[in-house]
T-cell receptor
Framework: NAGVTQTPKFRILKIGQSMTLQCAQDMNHNYMYWYRQDPGMGLKLIYYSVGAGITDKGEVPNGYNVSRSTTEDFPLRLELAAPSQTSVYFC?????????????FGDGTRLSIL | DQQVKQNSPSLSVQEGRISILNCDYTNSMFDYFLWYKKYPAEGPTFLISISSIKDKNEDGRFTVFLNKSAKHLSLHIVPSQPGDSAVYFCAASASGNNNDMRFGAGTRLTVKP
């Protein structure tokens, strides 16, 4: 019973490098989300998807891209890593939207950009 | 803008006593509120929620109270146990905005044996 799986758990990047954070869920959830959590701050929504082929921006989308080709997978892409993107990234999913039900979270990816 | 605020970064209580975690919000459109619990190196896990049509919701040792006029909610844990030591996040969303959940910065609860 995996739930939401994120890989990698840790990564160090150099400024200007690119990488993809992977997220997969096995609960057949329609909605998927990417958040970042900076020290002393709450989670902030980067991008979300309401189903395969449909994505939209959240509160802090700049510097990121996403795609949703399948119900299960929702990768987050950093094209040109910047120090400001050092953070912990959480992927989450829910069967319906956020107005009346909780999300299931992965364990996070800790990303450092030096 | 910080629409959901948890003004206490940390709280320490003795095992067996009550823990009270507080949360304030500014957006009057919020009508669904949740508490998540987070252990180190893990993702947040859902703990308890409340809809704005209620002022209290109870689940075992956990009770959430909502005061809409004050835009305030609180989480009570009775009795507190050492395993409750974690970071607790308050979150809120508005019906009609199905894809926006706002989180507080979290309160680190430590329950001492």
């Amino acid at each position: 019973n995996a739930g939401v799986t994120q890989t990698p758990k840790f990564r160090i990047l150099k400024i200007g490098q690119s990488m993809t954070l992977q997220c997969a869920q096995d609960m057949n959830h329609n909605y998927m989300y990417w958040y970042r959590q900076d020290p002393g701050m709450g989670l902030k929504l980067i991008y979300y998807s309401v189903g395969a082929g449909i994505t939209d921006k959240g509160e802090v989308p700049n510097g990121y891209n996403v795609s949703r080709s399948t119900t299960e997978d929702f990768p987050l892409r950093l094209e040109l890593a910047a120090p400001s993107q050092t953070s912990v990234y959480f992927c989450a999913s829910s069967y319906l939207g956020l107005s009346n039900q909780p999300q299931h979270f992965g364990d996070g990816t800790r990303l450092s950009i030096l | 803008d910080q629409q959901v605020k948890q003004n206490s970064p940390s709280l320490s209580v003795q095992e067996g006593r009550i823990s009270i975690l507080n949360c304030d919000y500014t957006n009057s459109m919020f009508d669904y509120f949740l508490w998540y619990k987070k252990y180190p190196a893990e993702g947040p896990t859902f703990l308890i929620s409340i809809s704005s049509i209620k002022d209290k919701n109870e689940d075992g040792r956990f009770t959430v109270f909502l005061n809409k006029s004050a835009k305030h909610l609180s989480l009570h844990i009775v009795p507190s146990q050492p395993g409750d030591s974690a970071v607790y996040f308050c979150a809120a969303s508005a019906s009609g905005n199905n894809n926006d959940m706002r989180f507080g910065a979290g309160t680190r609860l430590t329950v001492k044996p």
